[in-house]
């Protein structure tokens, strides 16, 4: 796909992960319609979007709501006339162990609450938009592609039951949508991201971070701008769909 003038949605398109592929698919003249819940970090993504030579428009909407990404997807179409891509990259985290237990006790167990807010933003949240993202190219007949951000914890990691589970599901459902959608030139694919530079991984202390880094054979965690670099590869080659890759420097959960 050549992107210059594509109409690509990025959720969770305000910050990390997001806003880093929303940049990298615009310096290759792509418009970004980026979803978030944050109005401020949304604008300043979009300038920076300008900035690297594409454009971009922000759009407020909860993944996890059924109407919010039903209005989305119409405000996009309608505010921009196409649709060729999607980045389903917004997520939460909300981490626990299953169950805890101290010195033979059980002083806490993972609460449905934490369960579900997981899985409503990280799983439901992919499938309602990857739903009215492919209704939308159908209609329009361009074809496109989806891409879901999974995750390396995919394959399952102490301390994320929920996020484990929901990364895991989108993988799948890429591989899915692949076998569904190619008849209407739709492809889609997955990107599992190791560890990530992000202001999450930033913020952590620096003997934590040395630890986590030592489990990587690369010896570093990533840089958003090469899980954008994987997005704008899977964007411009238009042989590759129903596929999961793995950008995470070697690690293995």
């Given amino acids: 796909m050549d992107l210059k003038d594509k109409v690509i949605v990025v959720t969770g398109g305000g910050q990390g992960l997001g806003r880093a592929i929303a940049v990298g698919l615009a310096a290759r003249g ?97 499938f309602l938009c990857g739903r009215e993202a492919a209704s939308h190219m159908i209609e329009l007949g361009n074809g496109g592609l989806i891409i879901n951000i999974s995750s390396v914890s995919k394959a399952g990691n102490m301390g994320q039951t929920n996020y484990s589970a929901a990364k895991a599901g989108v993988a799948t459902m890429a591989v899915s949508w692949a076998k569904e959608l190619a008849r209407f030139g739709i492809r889609t694919a997955a990107i599992a991201p190791g560890f990530v530079g992000t202001e999450m991984v930033a ?51």
């Fill in 30 to 126: 792509a418009v970004l319609a980026l979803a978030d819940l944050n109005q401020e970090r949304l604008d300043e993504t979009v300038e920076l979007c300008r900035e690297a030579g594409g454009d971009g428009r922000a759009y407020i909407a909860n993944v996890a709501s059924e109407d919010e990404v039903v209005t989305l997807f119409n405000s996009v179409v309608a505010d921009l006339g196409r649709l060729d891509g999607l980045v389903n990259n917004a997520g939460i985290l909300r981490d626990g162990m299953l169950v805890k237990v101290k010195d033979g006790e059980i002083v806490k167990k993972m609460s449905l609450a934490e369960w579900q807010a997981v899985i409503d933003v990280n799983l439901t949240g992919v």
């Fill in 203 to 253: 913020s952590m202390k620096p003997e934590a971070l040395a630890k986590m880094e030592a489990q990587i054979p690369l010896g570093r965690v990533g840089q958003p701008e090469e899980i954008a670099h994987t997005a704008v590869f899977l964007f411009e080659n238009d042989y590759i769909t129903g596929r999961v890759i793995e950008t995470d420097g070697g690690i293995r959960l």
